[in-house]
């Protein structure tokens, strides 16, 4: 008290208007960078976890054929051409329903062959075949849905008896 009589310390000691908008300001301008850095990390986590399910489907295709014979492959791949939901009801791939629906729509498995691959020369290989497995999906979230397609392509040699 004695500093207040003595005309030492000012009476309005609390912050004016200019002051307090003037720090709301800097620390609103502050924090939107931070708040839209935080958007742009949950959108990009939402779009690892659908490539993750779309590449878990994939490998899961691609071992279920892994040990089939050529005639076996094409066949399944003629059938594919067709309808692409052929593999739906096949009990040893992971069901289309269970991964996630609201994550991944349009789920579609694709498979080619080609038969007696070229080497480096461009001569074709007897009994060198590359099989192409591929999945198919939209992804969604985000603005809009954006298709996505996964592949993986494996080199099948098919042993010939004479």
Do not use: W
């Not at 208007?17 to 708040?35: D, K, Q, R, S, Y």
């Not at 349009?106 to 007696?116: A, G, P």
């Amino acid at each position: 008290m004695f500093l207040l009589e003595e005309g030492i310390m000012p009476r309005n000691t609390g912050f004016s208007l200019l002051e307090v908008m003037m720090a709301v300001g800097i620390t609103a301008f502050c924090l939107v960078p931070v708040m839209v850095f935080s958007q742009r990390g949950l959108t990009e986590s939402a779009f690892t976890r659908q490539e993750i399910l779309g590449r878990m489907l994939l490998i899961d295709f691609c071992e279920r054929f892994k040990s089939c014979r050529i005639e076996e492959l094409k066949k399944v791949a003629s059938s594919l051409a067709g309808n692409p939901h052929y593999l739906d009801s096949d009990d040893y791939l992971i069901p289309r329903k269970s991964m996630c629906p609201q994550f991944l729509k349009d789920i579609q498995r694709s498979l080619t062959v080609e038969e007696n691959a070229k080497d480096k020369n461009g001569t074709p290989v007897n009994a060198l075949h590359i099989v192409r497995f591929g999945v198919k999906f939209t992804r969604t979230g985000g603005v809009r849905d954006h298709e996505r397609e996964l592949f993986v392509e494996r080199l099948v040699h098919e042993h010939v008896t004479p």
